[in-house]
């Protein structure tokens, strides 16, 4: 077991990714997280938007997604959309402010993405931003882990 | 100094609104502004709804749900409401109970569907536990495998809202209008919808039994403020929750040959 363990921790520093034993869920190392568990992908003046691998784990199985229209200006901290799992809708907040370039409109027939592949095929948002500045308000995937585990831990 | 009302005081508020037939497209309205603009916690407690209507879930296709063509023959009202899950219809035998709360009204009650449902089946099996086996199974509130209660919610940034449609009775024919949905529940293992529900009427006193009984539950989670419908501040706001029109529900059921 031990082994195992040694050799998961050398293939998720390889792989870019942590991991916390508590729950396993995958946090990478090159995004920044909100603590209403969404990530952004920065690349120059714009972003990429989705939902943790925590985040969707919580959920459960996504049933719906429902997307903002492409050119609507989305704010930091405000909801723009919504997921459907078990019965309940759940806000997205928007972690960035900027105008919506792109939606990702596999989700209308694949919800499922979102669980499956939370940082890559799911990504629901793209984003011009706004206001580059936000972003240092966002923790690391250091400290978004370190959140995850303590939020955890208080329920 | 009296220990009784000292516990009361570290309680929080809840306002309590309860209502006789109002319009469940009515209420879905109120909820849906309370949630949004307002910070309280909430009780919305409506007994019956003046005439029968479906009321979907947000991700609701008509063609999948529901039988359109007898739909539209009778003119039966359909919602598509702002919460998710599964589809209802609903009468004046219904009883209405909905609870919206802040993040903190629950201590270390994580806001995710799974825990806040968990959370009202314990509420309810508090308020249930005379009048048989009360369980919460997949999300549905059932005496022993016979559902009584469909269950849907909404959470935002900080506040959640679990409403719940509780089959005090229902018509037979009207649950004609509804198809057997594509996901469904294991422990309906196959069963028609007549077969896995069950009428409150059967097994609860009356219907006052029920929400004193509900009521007096939810006093031991917060302390109540009885509000009247007509003293909510209305607060501009658009609701989702909607009527389907005549042209949208036959759009369906042309595109989809159903």
């Given at each position: 077991m031990a082994s195992r363990l040694l050799w998961a921790s050398r293939a998720a520093s390889y792989l870019r990714i942590s991991t916390f034993n508590r729950a396993f869920s995958t946090v990478l190392k090159d995004l920044k997280y909100a603590e209403t568990h969404e990530w952004v992908k920065v690349d120059g003046d714009s972003a990429t938007v989705g939902i943790t691998d925590h985040a969707q784990d919580h959920l459960?199985?996504?049933?719906y997604v429902e997307l903002p229209e492409v050119g609507v200006t989305v704010g930091q901290g405000a909801n723009f959309g919504a997921v459907e799992s078990v019965k309940a809708t759940s806000d997205i907040i928007s972690p960035v402010s900027g105008k919506v370039v792109e939606v990702n409109d596999q989700l209308s027939e694949a919800p499922g993405l979102v669980n499956g592949?939370?940082?890559?095929?799911g990504w629901i948002i793209k984003v011009k931003l706004s206001d580059e500045g936000e972003l240092n308000s966002l923790m690391d995937s250091d400290k978004y882990t370190k959140f995850c585990e303590e939020e955890d831990t208080k329920h | 100094m009296n220990l009784n009302n000292a516990k009361k005081s570290v309680l929080p508020i809840m306002n309590l609104v309860r209502m006789q037939g109002v319009p469940i497209l009515d209420q879905l309205h109120l909820e849906e502004r309370l949630l949004r603009c307002d910070l309280k916690n909430w009780c919305i407690v409506n007994v019956g709804t003046p005439q029968p209507t479906i009321v979907m879930g947000i991700s609701g296709k008509p063609s999948e749900l529901i039988n359109i063509k007898s739909v539209i023959h009778n003119q039966v009202p359909v919602i598509r409401r702002f919460t998710g899950g599964g589809t209802v219809i609903v009468d004046k035998e219904t009883i209405f109970v909905t609870l919206i709360c802040n993040?903190?009204?629950?201590?270390?009650?994580?806001?995710?569907p799974q825990p806040i449902m968990s959370w009202t089946g314990t509420l309810y099996q508090d308020a249930l536990r005379d009048f048989g086996k009360f369980s919460l199974r997949e999300n549905d509130y059932v005496f022993d495998n016979l559902k009584f209660g469909g269950n849907a919610q909404s959470i935002t940034k900080n506040k959640w809202i679990h409403h719940t449609s509780f089959l005090w009775d229902y018509d037979e024919r009207n649950m004609e209008y509804l198809k057997h949905p594509q996901r469904t529940p294991k422990?309906?293992?196959?069963?028609?919808h007549i077969e896995f529900l069950c009428r409150m009427k059967d097994i609860i006193p009356s219907k006052s039994v029920f929400i004193e009984k509900t009521l007096n539950s939810l006093q031991k989670h917060f302390v109540l403020q009885p509000i009247k419908s007509d003293d909510i501040s209305n607060a501009p706001y658009a609701p989702s929750s909607r009527l389907l029109t005549r042209q949208e529900l036959e759009h369906d059921l042309l595109s989809t040959g159903t």
């Amino acid at each position: 077991m031990a082994s195992r363990l040694l050799w998961a921790s050398r293939a998720a520093s390889y792989l870019r990714i942590s991991t916390f034993n508590r729950a396993f869920s995958t946090v990478l190392k090159d995004l920044k997280y909100a603590e209403t568990h969404e990530w952004v992908k920065v690349d120059g003046d714009s972003a990429t938007v989705g939902i943790t691998d925590h985040a969707q784990d919580h959920l459960g199985d996504v049933v719906y997604v429902e997307l903002p229209e492409v050119g609507v200006t989305v704010g930091q901290g405000a909801n723009f959309g919504a997921v459907e799992s078990v019965k309940a809708t759940s806000d997205i907040i928007s972690p960035v402010s900027g105008k919506v370039v792109e939606v990702n409109d596999q989700l209308s027939e694949a919800p499922g993405l979102v669980n499956g592949s939370p940082y890559e095929k799911g990504w629901i948002i793209k984003v011009k931003l706004s206001d580059e500045g936000e972003l240092n308000s966002l923790m690391d995937s250091d400290k978004y882990t370190k959140f995850c585990e303590e939020e955890d831990t208080k329920h | 100094m009296n220990l009784n009302n000292a516990k009361k005081s570290v309680l929080p508020i809840m306002n309590l609104v309860r209502m006789q037939g109002v319009p469940i497209l009515d209420q879905l309205h109120l909820e849906e502004r309370l949630l949004r603009c307002d910070l309280k916690n909430w009780c919305i407690v409506n007994v019956g709804t003046p005439q029968p209507t479906i009321v979907m879930g947000i991700s609701g296709k008509p063609s999948e749900l529901i039988n359109i063509k007898s739909v539209i023959h009778n003119q039966v009202p359909v919602i598509r409401r702002f919460t998710g899950g599964g589809t209802v219809i609903v009468d004046k035998e219904t009883i209405f109970v909905t609870l919206i709360c802040n993040r903190e009204a629950v201590p270390l009650l994580q806001l995710y569907p799974q825990p806040i449902m968990s959370w009202t089946g314990t509420l309810y099996q508090d308020a249930l536990r005379d009048f048989g086996k009360f369980s919460l199974r997949e999300n549905d509130y059932v005496f022993d495998n016979l559902k009584f209660g469909g269950n849907a919610q909404s959470i935002t940034k900080n506040k959640w809202i679990h409403h719940t449609s509780f089959l005090w009775d229902y018509d037979e024919r009207n649950m004609e209008y509804l198809k057997h949905p594509q996901r469904t529940p294991k422990y309906r293992s196959e069963r028609s919808h007549i077969e896995f529900l069950c009428r409150m009427k059967d097994i609860i006193p009356s219907k006052s039994v029920f929400i004193e009984k509900t009521l007096n539950s939810l006093q031991k989670h917060f302390v109540l403020q009885p509000i009247k419908s007509d003293d909510i501040s209305n607060a501009p706001y658009a609701p989702s929750s909607r009527l389907l029109t005549r042209q949208e529900l036959e759009h369906d059921l042309l595109s989809t040959g159903t």
